[in-house]
């Protein structure tokens, strides 16, 4: 038990369908994380919120839309995704905000797009 | 960030001491040594991070070479449960800087 929670932990979706992922922490941290791990790839960072303003967007598709509404939750909105998009999403958190590599992850979210 | 490179999969029986290398010749005065891991399908997990000195924590223990330009995380007694990818990562511990994950290296403790 890292105090992230993701949820949901597993997700199939067509690649009409709008669904979001949802990570929060119990931590009192500054700073969230998303990152994207496909299948023997190494972990992309996505985005980077600090004290909820979005600090990094690394590139990613429209399609991914992040969230951060305070600093204890971090929303990963998700529409007209690809199956290439299928993959392990991860939430982290870090104290004091991104002057840290100490990084808590939560287990994951688990993509699957039909 | 300076890069790293480790040996792509390594093994180690149960019991012995697991250690595991990194190089990170290109290393400057003022980054960090960080290493974590990621059993399958779960999260990464923080191990230890160190600047100069040898560090210890319940985990591991971090060994830096005076040159700094290489590194060895060692885990005394290695368990099945210690079977993961682990990650050695070079961090500027100021500004925005995201951790960033290479390919790191399957340890997979044999009974």
């Known amino acids: 038990e890292t105090g992230v929670t993701q949820t949901p932990r597993h997700l199939v979706m067509g690649m009409t369908n709008k669904k979001s992922l949802k990570c929060e922490q119990h931590?009192?941290?500054?700073?969230m994380y998303w990152y994207k791990q496909s299948a023997k790839k190494p972990l992309e960072l996505m985005f980077v919120?600090?004290?909820?303003?979005?600090?990094e967007n690394n590139s990613v598709p429209s399609r991914f839309s992040p969230e951060c509404p305070n600093s204890s939750h971090l929303f990963l909105h998700l529409h007209t995704l690809q199956p290439e998009d299928s993959a392990l999403y991860l939430c982290?958190?870090?104290?004091?905000?991104?002057?840290?590599?100490?990084?808590?992850f939560g287990e994951g979210s688990r993509l699957t797009v039909l | 960030d300076a890069k790293t490179t480790q040996p792509t999969s390594m093994d180690c029986a149960e019991g012995r001491a697991a250690n595991l290398p990194c190089n990170h010749s290109?290393?400057?005065?003022?980054?960090?040594v960080y290493w974590y891991r990621q059993i399958h399908s779960q999260g990464p997990q923080y191990i230890i991070h160190g600047l100069k000195n040898n560090e210890t924590n319940e985990m591991a223990s971090l060994i830096i070479t005076e040159d700094r330009k290489s590194s060895t995380l060692i885990l005394p007694h290695a368990t099945l449960r210690d079977t993961a990818v682990y990650y050695c990562?070079?961090?500027?511990?100021?500004?925005?800087?995201?951790?960033?994950f290479g390919s790191g290296t399957r340890l997979q403790v044999q009974p």
């Open positions: 931590l009192g941290h500054n700073a």
């Open positions: 290109t290393i400057s005065g003022n980054e960090y």
């Open positions: 990562i070079v961090r500027l511990n100021t500004g925005r800087r995201a951790l960033t």
């Open positions: 919120y600090n004290f909820k303003e979005q600090t």
């Open positions: 982290a958190s870090s104290p004091r905000g991104e002057d840290t590599g100490e990084l808590f």
